[in-house]
């Protein structure tokens, strides 16, 4: 089998989420190296994987080899492999758990680290179908109009039922100033439409903030990332030098991040070093409380945080552990709903393995996983009303600060 020496980074992500031309989602915990011994699990009836009777996987493969009439075409034992290795991880059902060749491991590297151009939207699988959990602020998917929840059921015409996750990614991403065509069904409309997207490059700003009527302070988080939490501390130290009497964090569309980030953040405006999440293994073996620093310079500042159901991972962490100290208010929709950790293992031959390994709690011991975060006091927010760009979201929010 392949790997000897597999390099892990544990990520919790949104999904196996990318942006269309973007990055994959949150890493935690450390590098380290897992040994063959370390690999070796059991089954429910205690078998090993050694011991799994695989005489039925040999007589396929031999009646291939032996009899299939396009010889050329089908046993090249390198595809055969990974599309079995592919079989294997898919049968678990879990969209989170994905195994990709080495083209497609490298293809999802130059997602993380190179120029990114696509349509700046998160995907993620839901009962078999691909759907936007949240277009990008500023982006051409957001310009276009997409919407958390859209299904998309064709990319220029192919249908995405036949693709998987990474697949439909690398369909949608494309070259700047390209067009990408995507068929939507969409809740409430009885009829599929296409809508066409000019492909950009992506950026993302971190954190945007202003000072809002009778002395509010605004701070959007768009993501999680290394720099968030110096951003966020800037954002804060001028707002708390404008007389900020209360203080609305946006963390609408946001798909996630570094759980650190999140967790320094929460050290900002909770005190004490109270847990900020905890980690859950299979086996409880390897449970984990991440903890608040105890240097948080803004505990006293009132506080309303804003969510949807783009909010996702790192934000309903954040979210989660506001909610559990009654430390602010929870506006909005709920949110997504994601509390699973996953690992990255890259494998000898370049190909590599996202895996499920571990759920994550609040504070108070909570799984968001599936349900999401209920919000304090329920917001929604109008396809028509946004539209019109009316954010009646933000404007209770304001409402809230002004009234305490």
């Excluded at 509010?216 to 110096?230: C, K």
């Excluded at 783009?310 to 979210?319: D, F, P, V």
């Excluded at 759920?359 to 946004?386: F, M, Q, Y």
Aim: aromatic share 8%; no cysteine; glycine share 8%.
């Amino acid at each position: 089998m392949y790997a000897k020496k597999q390099f892990i980074y544990t990520i919790l992500g949104l999904v196996f989420f990318f942006l269309i031309g973007w990055k994959t989602s949150e890493y935690y915990l450390v590098k380290h190296i897992v040994t063959p011994t370390t690999q070796q699990s059991t089954t429910q009836n205690n078998d090993t994987p050694k011991s799994t009777d695989m005489s039925l996987f040999w007589d396929v493969w031999n009646e291939l080899d032996n009899r299939y009439v396009d010889k050329s075409a089908v046993l090249d034992n390198k595809k055969l492999v990974y599309g079995a290795t592919k079989g294997l991880v898919d049968s678990i059902n879990d969209p989170y758990t994905v195994f990709m060749d080495p083209k497609e491991t490298k293809q999802f590297e130059e997602n993380l680290d190179g120029s990114l151009e696509g349509i700046g939207a998160e995907l993620t699988v839901e009962d078999g179908l691909l759907k936007i959990l949240s277009p990008l602020k500023n982006s051409p998917a957001e310009k276009a109009g997409l919407l958390p929840g859209d299904i998309v059921f064709q990319i220029d015409g192919d249908l995405t039922g036949d693709m998987n996750l990474f697949n439909a990614i690398m369909n949608i991403r494309g070259k700047k100033d390209t067009d990408v065509t995507l068929t939507i069904i969409r809740e409430g409309i009885a009829e599929p439409f296409n809508v066409t997207i000019t492909r950009d490059a992506i950026t993302v700003e971190s954190v945007t903030y202003k000072l809002l009527d009778n002395s509010i302070g605004y701070i959007s988080i768009n993501q999680f990332s290394d720099d968030t939490g110096i951003e966020f501390d800037k954002a804060m130290q001028q707002l708390a030098s404008d007389n900020t009497k209360g203080l609305i964090i946006d963390l609408r569309y946001n798909g996630g991040g570094y759980l650190d980030t999140a967790v320094d953040i929460l050290s900002e405006l909770i005190s004490g070093t109270r847990p900020a999440v905890q980690i859950q293994t299979q086996d409880n073996s390897d449970n984990k409380t991440v903890n608040l620093s105890g240097n948080a310079k803004f505990s006293k500042i009132p506080l309303v945080i804003l969510v949807n159901n783009g909010s996702a991972s790192a934000s309903e962490i954040l979210a989660g552990a506001i909610q559990d100290y009654k430390r602010g208010v929870i506006m909005g929709e709920t949110t997504y709903g994601k509390g699973s950790v996953q690992e990255v293992i890259y494998l000898e031959d370049g190909s590599s393995l996202r895996m499920t390994i571990a759920h994550w709690l609040t504070p108070n011991g909570r799984s968001i996983n599936h349900s999401g975060i209920t919000p304090d006091i329920n917001v929604e927010l109008t396809a028509d009303e946004a539209l019109k760009g009316n954010d009646t979201q933000l404007d209770e929010a304001e409402k809230y600060l002004l009234n305490l």
